[in-house]
């Protein structure tokens, strides 16, 4: 291997092996957030420390369960693996395996170690292999498997130093060449057996060296677990350098998926479709029989080094789930973790949003006191303050509803959520692994979306994108909050906040609509591919404020960067299209206002408000929204609720920015919160409140069944491949916004 810098490893396992926690353990804060090449999946990568301040890079990839891919996911794993020359091609892997079910996941490291990549395998989660009295002759694993294998404890941390110790011999060798080694708690300054020492591990070292020598490319083009029968050497032999493959193995794989590598060009993909013809090649019943293979081959393997001693009666975690997945009481109790949830969002949150509203008027006031007066004060106090504030007092919720999601993630409850509903959701036309995604909805639909690429039949992952933006996100909590203070009195109903009720009400309407949407749906599109649902459910366990924290910390931070540059652009754009408008127009709504006040004995305050709200409905964004009014008024909307449904197209949480923003110019109260200033609008033709209970209920039902989100529509088409869906995703949920708002609007106004 070439000298090199840095060091990158891919962290690799099944999905449930502990591989997240891992990886938080051993970058901390450390890591960055991104996506891979030109695909709209999650990339995060992070730094270790490692002994005398050098580093490595580690790469999460997602998980996966062999490499003949099931899911979008497992699809990416392979299209990287396969190909020396991506970007994110790693040095070594990172193998992560569950200690409590190793000989299900040896598949992987197997056929990862056949490509011609160095593995170190990281057994996790010792403490319950020890529960359960599993006790494994790690060195004895090495030795025979060929690569370093070690126990470690996420929750404990017991292994991590020796595992970091296993990563500097790593990078020692990839970097230089030289044969380092392994001791049990310190490293030699030279890195070198030394002469008497009997501590050193050299086995260890030998392995590692082995993997990462690639002087010897007859020795490396053999295969380590697997040897390829004729009919794939027959194929593989003539085609190997076409592929640029490390390995006959790496080769093979290419040659398996060829049909969907976007590595491969064109004419590659044409030339081995045309010697599978001519050689009878028949993919799927060699994968079996390759699989099958391995199995035969690893199994002996780990019951020869795993020593069980026998444990009395059922364990913690079988007992939890008599009553945790019982088909009575689990969905009983999982509703009502939700309802907590919801009651803990709504309650918990009010101080704190005071707090920050609080801060944003103090800013605002002390910025109009030290700016001179001009256009630039008017758009810093008018335009940007409140139009950012205006969101981020949402952030205590959100930051609740994420810390929930991430508790409920850690302890390994959410599994059970999609253990538990699968058979009702094939009922839907759905399966188990939809409702992962449609909870992930609660959060954010984009993500939610991409994690459909888990579902491997092609209906089902197509069913659950059209209707998981239907499932209330955290962008709608703002505008649900906001609005309920007009449409529900803050009183109680029993133990419960009637607030809170209605907040959870909405996130219930959206599901129950999506899964009628879902029923609709499983009748028109068509698809003869069985359903089927892998998942291996992890032990319960205790909730690491870390690995907590760092979820939290991801998506709240996600939050504020992203909706913060939306709102922050439109509420610079908004605010100019408010304050300026025709000369004429502006001067005659001026006038009629100051003579309006005169007439009527307003005082100056008064008057000065009225001159405001004229001069911003004379505005250009005034224009634009009396020119949707008419389209809009049936559903009880006036012109500055039709502003912000044009604007929060960007972004549904826009809708409070675009109110917060225009109600800053157009009233000369700013100790006043924009709630406050929305509650004591009131139409001047009518003389009745503008947020009324039913223009207010009829908001919410707008909010939520449209799809207001312009992302989520691109990454639907992304994720399609066709502008078909999208356009279909947006009409049926435009229609039923249109029609739930005004039957609630006309309902309530009877």
């Not at 030109?38 to 890079?57: A, F, R």
């Not at 970091?164 to 060449?177: E, P, Q, S, W």
């Not at 083009?221 to 390995?247: D, G, M, Q």
């Not at 039902?701 to 989520?712: E, K």
């Amino acid at each position: 291997m070439s000298l090199k810098s840095q060091i990158k490893a891919g962290l690799i396992g099944n999905p449930n092996s502990g591989k997240s926690s891992l990886f938080n353990n051993l970058t901390g804060l450390n890591q960055h957030v991104s996506n891979f090449p030109g695909i709209t999946v999650d990339k995060k990568t992070g730094i270790v420390k490692l002994p005398h301040s050098t580093y490595i890079e580690i790469i999460d990839f997602p998980g996966c369960y062999s490499l003949y891919p099931n899911s979008g996911e497992e699809k990416l794993v392979v299209e990287i693996l396969s190909n020396p020359d991506h970007p994110d091609y790693p040095d070594f892997i990172i193998f992560v395996v569950d200690a409590t079910d190793v000989r299900r996941q040896l598949l992987l490291a197997t056929q990862i170690r056949d490509l011609g990549l160095p593995v170190l395998m990281v057994m996790t989660m010792k403490d319950l292999a020890d529960k359960r009295g599993m006790q494994y002759d790690t060195k004895g694993m090495s030795m025979e498997l060929g690569f370093p294998t070690l126990l470690t404890s996420n929750i404990s941390g017991e292994g991590l130093d020796e595992l970091k110790d296993y990563l500097f011999a790593f990078r020692k060798v990839l970097i230089k060449g030289e044969k380092a080694i392994l001791v049990d708690k310190s490293w030699g300054e030279d890195f070198h057996l030394k002469p008497g020492e009997s501590h050193h591990k050299p086995e260890l070292q030998q392995l590692i060296i082995k993997q990462t020598d690639k002087t010897s490319s007859e020795e490396r083009n053999n295969a380590v677990f697997y040897s390829l029968n004729a009919p794939e050497k027959a194929i593989v032999e003539p085609l190997r350098h076409r592929l640029s493959a490390s390995t006959d193995y790496q080769a093979l794989i290419q040659i398996h998926h060829s049909e969907w590598l976007e590595h491969l060009t064109p004419e590659v993909k044409a030339e081995i479709a045309e010697s599978k013809r001519q050689l009878g090649f028949k993919s799927i019943p060699l994968q079996i029989d390759e699989t099958l293979q391995r199995y035969n081959l690893f199994s002996p393997l780990v019951n020869s080094f795993l020593t069980l001693k026998t444990q009395k009666g059922p364990g913690k975690t079988d007992f939890l789930d008599r009553v945790i997945t019982h088909k009575v009481f689990g969905p009983l109790i999982f509703f009502m973790i939700m309802l907590l949830v919801f009651q803990i969002i709504f309650s918990w949150a009010e101080l704190p949003m005071t707090w920050i509203e609080s801060a944003f008027g103090s800013l605002g006031a002390w910025t109009e006191s030290v700016l001179p007066a001009g256009w630039f004060s008017d758009l810093i106090v008018q335009g940007v303050i409140p139009g950012v504030g205006g969101v981020m007092v949402f952030i205590p919720q959100i930051f609740l509803l994420f810390l929930m999601i991430g508790i409920m993630e850690e302890i390994g409850y959410m599994s059970r959520v999609v253990y538990m509903f699968d058979q009702i959701m094939k009922q839907f036309g759905l399966n188990g692994r939809s409702l992962i995604s449609l909870i992930s909805g609660g959060a954010c639909a984009i993500p939610a979306i991409m994690s459909t690429r888990t579902i491997s039949q092609q209906k089902e992952r197509l069913i659950t994108i059209l209707i998981t933006p239907l499932i209330s996100c955290s962008a709608r909590i703002p505008v649900y909050t906001l609005l309920i203070g007009f449409a529900v009195p803050d009183v109680q109903v029993y133990i419960f906040n009637a607030r809170g009720l209605a907040f959870m009400g909405l996130y219930v309407l959206g599901i129950l609509m999506a899964f009628i949407s879902a029923i609709v749906m499983k009748y028109v599109i068509k698809a003869k591919e069985r359903s089927f649902l892998m998942l291996s459910l992890p032990e319960y366990k205790r909730p690491r404020i870390k690995n907590i924290s760092l979820f939290v910390r991801e998506k709240v931070g996600a939050f504020i960067i992203q909706a913060g540059k939306i709102i922050l652009l439109i509420s610079i754009v908004l605010w100019a299209l408010a304050s300026y408008g025709p000369t004429e127009k502006m001067d005659q709504a001026e006038k009629l206002a100051i003579s309006y006040g005169k007439v009527n004995g307003f005082d100056e305050a008064e008057t000065g408000n009225l001159i405001a709200a004229k001069k911003i409905e004379a505005s250009y964004a005034g224009h634009l929204g009396k020119f949707i009014e008419p389209a809009i008024k049936p559903l009880g909307f006036d012109w500055k609720i039709g502003i912000a449904l044009i604007t929060s197209f960007a972004a549904r949480e826009v809708f409070v920015g675009t109110m917060a923003t225009i109600y800053a110019i157009g009233s000369e109260s700013e100790n006043l919160s924009v709630s406050q200033k929305m509650a004591a609008d009131v139409n001047l033709t009518t003389g009745e409140k503008v947020y009324s209970p039913a223009t207010s209920w009829s908001l919410l039902i707008f909010y939520v069944f449209a799809l207001q989100c312009l992302s989520t529509i691109a990454i639907t088409r992304r994720e399609t491949g066709s502008w078909k869906w999208p356009i279909v995703q947006f009409l049926y949920m435009g229609v039923l916004a249109y029609a739930g708002s005004y039957f609630v609007f006309q309902l309530l106004s009877l």
